[in-house]
């Protein structure tokens, strides 16, 4: 099990290098997490829903998604607090204090769910949430130490140099923890160094002296990472780069629920493409050529926020000025005449105005949708992504579909002069003959990056990279 000091230490892409290096000696790698926390999620096999860490672990192991490999998934939401997913479904909604009081009754499911991949993997590769120091937080723990502690699990601590403090993070947090938690802690890792590594020699013999730990490696910061998706909302504090010679610049909203952001990924990586992320405070820059609204967790909730910060003004001049608006799952809600909640799934039973740029109407009820969704959208561009909503939307505008489903199906809508778009299909832009059809419409047909072949390039540099500096025969020897 791989825990770390803090969360952004490494750990997801720690475990992706280690499964992908892992698969690559032949082992048949399992990836787990006890419990995420994440709005960025992925739809499995077996029709549930996981974080987009473990989907990328899976990935990288080179093995289908399944609900087991993360048993429980906690989606932030407003006004109710989180959205708990149990083995891949919904189970309800709770507040930070109920939910401490609701984990003991969730280890049944976890050990169950860790017990299956056990049982169809050589090694599986678990990794914790958050700090494993949050000592407070401790009692009916299932996410670090009381999943290490009752399914018996050898842990590796991971700090991360890059933000200052390494030694002080690993020393202490031996520390603080219960000597019996302690002694589950096996050896430790040093995450994301610059500069040269006979500099911190002395810093890891002084970890390895003061804890008793064995140091499995120094890890080398690795900007091929960056190429991979992110799996939570601190990725959006990263300042994505200017690029001054993009002939497709795209405004993207971000509001505090919003969820399946990494939809934008494939765009970000586009080099004729510059996404520009535009926070409550700053307006919509006025050159964009289209505005993104991406998915949220809480479409109400986000729809209030967007016009408390003016964006619905912003939008309404993009159009007047020719430019086009694609909302996505919950953006495509916003996008319609009407948004209701008449059971109160989100919040207060209820319904608001939507920003009637498409004529269609949402109503949030039923059971979510959770499927994949391929097939081809209106200039014949392919795609192959997933549904994951709960709500209908109907109205005129549907007489214009977004996509033509490979079921057969017509999914989205279009506004009458093809300006304002909306679907739920999330991964859209995986597709690069997606990417290049929107490139073709705006940018004069620059051509598109091969976003797969990428991504798969990403996970074998980072394997190479964690093979060439952890002790990877020393981590199979402390597995059991």
């Known amino acids: 099990m791989f825990q770390g000091t803090g969360s952004d230490v490494g750990k997801s892409l720690v475990v992706a290098g280690l499964a992908r290096a892992f698969a690559r000696r032949g082992l048949r790698v399992r990836p787990f997490k006890p419990q995420n926390m994440s709005n960025n999620a992925a739809v499995t096999a077996d029709g549930g829903e996981i974080g987009r860490a473990q989907a990328l672990q899976a990935r990288a192991a080179r093995v289908p998604l399944s609900v087991h490999m993360n048993p429980v998934l906690l989606k932030p939401q407003s006004l109710i607090g989180a959205q708990i ?7 309800g909604s709770a507040k930070a204090a109920e939910y401490q009081r609701l984990k003991a009754g969730l280890m049944p499911a976890v050990l169950d769910s860790f017990a299956r991949m056990r049982g169809e993997a050589d090694l599986v590769l678990v990794e914790g949430a958050g700090s494993a120091s949050e000592v407070n937080l401790r009692a009916n723990d299932i996410a670090n130490m009381g999943f290490a502690r009752a399914a018996d699990v050898p842990v590796v601590l991971i700090g991360d140099i890059d933000r200052g403090g390494v030694i002080a993070s690993l020393v202490g947090t031996h520390s603080v923890l219960d000597p019996a938690d302690a002694a589950m802690i096996r050896g430790f890792v040093v995450n994301k160094f610059r500069g040269d590594p006979a500099l911190f020699a002395d810093g890891m013999a002084l970890i390895a002296e003061r804890t008793g730990w064995v140091s499995l490696g120094l890890l080398p910061f690795l900007p091929e990472a960056a190429q991979l998706p992110a799996e939570d909302a601190l990725a959006l504090d990263h300042v994505l780069p200017r690029n001054p010679g993009a002939k497709l610049r795209i405004a993207v909203p971000v509001l505090p629920r919003i969820a399946n952001f990494d939809d934008l990924d494939p765009l970000i990586a586009e080099p004729a493409v510059e996404v520009v992320r535009v926070r409550p405070g700053s307006a919509l820059p006025g050159d964009a050529d289209l505005v993104i609204l991406p998915g949220s967790k809480a479409t109400i909730a986000d729809l209030g926020a967007l016009r408390a910060a003016g964006f619905d003004v912003d939008i309404a001049a993009h159009l007047r000025r020719g430019g086009a608006v694609l909302g996505l799952c919950g953006g495509y809600q916003m996008l319609g005449r009407e ?68 079921n057969g199906g017509a999914e989205g809508a279009v506004s009458a002069d093809g300006r304002v778009l909306g679907t739920y299909v999330h991964g859209l832009f995986d597709a690069d003959s997606q990417r290049a059809a929107w490139l073709a419409r705006f940018a004069a047909g620059a051509p598109a990056i091969g976003y797969e072949t990428r991504i798969e390039a990403a996970l074998d540099a980072l394997a190479a990279h964690v093979a060439a500096h952890l002790d990877l025969d020393r981590l199979l020897s402390l597995a059991r």
């Not at 997913?85 to 189970?91: D, K, L």
């Open 85 to 91: 997913v149990v083995q891949g479904r919904m189970q």
């Open 339 to 406: 948004i209701a909640d008449p059971e109160g799934m989100e919040g207060p039973p209820g319904s608001v105005p939507g920003l009637g740029l498409l004529d269609v109407a949402t109503v949030l009820s039923g059971d979510k949708r959770l499927e994949p969704a391929s097939g081809a959208t209106a200039d014949g561009a392919g795609f192959a992504g997933y549904e994951m909503h709960i709500g209908r939307t109907e109205g005129p505008d549907r007489a214009r579909p977004f996509a033509h489903l490979a």
